[in-house]
């Protein structure tokens, strides 16, 4: 049985502060937790409700009921295992990559975690985030990469000192700009997407070389503006395509 003390721990990891205290994140569903098995991130224990499907003989795997899993759980309806994993240790310096996503504020967890899963479906390994973006770790956004946070490499860092020494082209996205039909892709860009609803702050907009934009096509202009892991699909999409 699980104790009062692990559930209150574990129940206590959806904030970022008991996350870093404990040093601890928790990954859920038997597809996502396989993952982890091919990848750098070490895992703790696992709880499952049918501890066989895992076939997993060198971690600890607690068997527990479908009502001790809803208590450590943050999904509406929970899946067959939780697996508590150790959060990664001090990042290394960030080295520029031929294509990387720079994300400055975004702060909706879906969104960062939609973002993860298409780096990865284009093959971007590395996302460079400003120190007041979502959490990496947050249940959120590792419940929406649907396992691609084990491989991109999502590091933080002060976006004015690195946007000011990278070697890439850096590359705004915004709604006035370069149609991304016409622009001709730099060999090595850093792709910054800005916040939800303030879009990026200037002091990285001065360090923009570019700006590019989704052009609209539609006559209504009800619209105003696309939500920004859509806009990322559709600018990557046109960026591989050339």
Known sequence: MLT??????LQSLDKKKFRQ???LFLVEGNKTIRELFNSNFKIKEIFSTDPQKLDCSTIPVTHV???ELK??????????????CWLNGEQAEIEDKKIQLVLDGIQDPGNLGTIIRLADWFGIEQIVCSEDTVDFYNPKVVQATMGSFTRVNVVYTNLTEYLSATGNVNVGTDMVGESIYTFEK?????????NEGNGMRPETEKLLQKNITIPRFGKSQSTES???SMAAGIILGQLFSK
């Open 4 to 9: 009062a003390h692990t559930i209150k721990i």
């Open 21 to 23: 205290k404990y040093n």
């Open 65 to 67: 009921s479908e009502n």
């Open 71 to 84: 208590k450590i759980s943050f999904l509406m309806n929970p899946k067959d295992s939780v697996a508590v």
């Open 186 to 194: 730099p060999e090595n860009l850093n792709l910054i997407l800005g």
């Open 226 to 228: 696309l939500n920004v």
